[in-house]
């Protein structure tokens, strides 16, 4: 039976981590695609939901019916769009990101360079400092804490509308997977802060153009006949 959760979502009975879920936290995104590697935009960045398995753009006709997720990259791992997970599962508590407007987050923990030493909200899997309220870095760390817990994960699964991930409804898909920018993680570390690639970008043109303009103005300025001091 499946039974209403307090947000008005139907929540899967009680079972076993879903197929597609074990595999949306293993599966390689951003990968040449085997099939269509001689085209053309071919890395794989939509994971479709029935096969539990990872496609590229020129695969989906091949899933025409199958609900399909559109995944993400920033700052090189791999993220989807909380408003898309959110039709999936439970996604509360892990710490969202605001990307060219949209909230995303990680499916998988992200390596750290170095251990956290201090004290801080920490995710309660990897260790990560995280700002408040929140508990997780990624999805992936969400489902491992509540499997370790011995939690059943039908309470934060949702028997979602397949319409909703139809490949029709994806907006704007660059088949090259850039259509969110790739911005080098300073030091998100020591403050979680949320991360917008609009004035990320504006520094780096603020920065960048500094330079140019000094050559510029040095470059017109006009020679003239050498000027000598009149003789005493």
């Known amino acids: 039976m499946w039974r209403r959760g307090e947000n008005g979502s ?18 390689s995104f951003f990968v040449g695609c085997d099939a269509h590697g001689s085209r053309k935009k071919s890395e794989k960045n939509i994971f479709c939901l029935d096969c539990c398995t990872s496609i590229c753009p ?11 997720l559109q995944v993400r990259r920033y700052v090189y791992n791999d993220v989807a769009r909380l408003e898309d997970l ?24 992200r390596p750290q360079s170095r ?29 491992d804490h509540i499997l370790f817990k011995g939690e059943d994960l039908s309470s ?9 991930f139809a490949f029709s409804r994806f907006e704007n898909l660059r088949m090259d997977g850039a259509e969110l920018a790739e911005e080098e993680e300073e030091d998100d570390d020591n403050a979680g ?3 917008g690639c609009s004035s990320t970008t504006g520094e780096k043109r603020k920065k960048g ?15 003239g006949a050498p000027q000598r001091s009149p003789l005493s």
């Open 193 to 195: 802060n949320f991360i």
């Open 156 to 164: 934060i699964l949702f028997r979602f509308n397949e319409l909703d």
């Open 209 to 223: 153009g500094f330079f140019p303009q000094i050559v510029l103005s040095l470059s017109s300025r006009r020679k």
């Open 10 to 27: 139907t929540t899967a009975p009680a079972a076993a981590m879903p197929g597609w879920l074990g595999r949306l936290m293993e599966e």
């Open 115 to 143: 251990p956290f030493k201090g004290s801080g909200n920490l995710c309660s899997t990897c260790d990560r400092i995280l700002q408040e309220p929140f508990h997780f870095c990624s999805l992936s760390c969400k489902v």
């Open 58 to 68: 020129h695969c989906a006709p091949a899933h025409p019916s199958h609900p399909l």
């Open 86 to 109: 959110e039709r999936l599962i439970d996604c509360s508590y892990v710490q969202p990101y605001t990307i060219n407007s949209a909230k995303v987050i990680f499916l998988k923990p």
